[in-house]
């Protein structure tokens, strides 16, 4: 699915556990309670998404763009956070992880 663009689309609940979605174009896009689990995500665009609720458990984000993206009540559990990115800086260091779950740490983030 490389290159293939849901920019600003409606995908509130979607199913998409374990597909290939590197580099995918979901800028803008409303995945609300997706099912993301296991997904491979790296370089993937997710400025300004909305993945509140979503199950990222287990997901690749590595080097995916989330400036912007609403992560608030999403399941990042054992998901690989490493270089994704946040408004060009790492989202989270190594260090920060080690120290709590990733899903507390971006809970609060964009409410």
Do not use: C, W
């Amino acid at each position: 699915m490389k290159g293939t663009k849901f920019k600003r689309a409606t995908l509130t609940g979607v199913n998409l556990s374990k597909k290939q979605l590197q580099g995918v174009n979901f800028q803008g896009a409303d995945l609300r309670e997706a099912n993301l689990n296991g997904a491979s995500l790296s370089r993937a665009n997710l400025t300004q998404a909305y993945l509140i609720g979503a199950d990222l458990r287990g997901a690749d984000l590595n080097r995916a763009i989330l400036s912007g993206a609403k992560l608030r009540n999403a399941d990042l559990d054992g998901a690989n956070i490493e270089g994704a990115v946040n408004l060009n800086k790492p989202l989270l260091s190594k260090e920060t992880i080690a120290l709590s779950s990733s899903h507390d740490l971006l809970e609060g983030i964009n409410h």
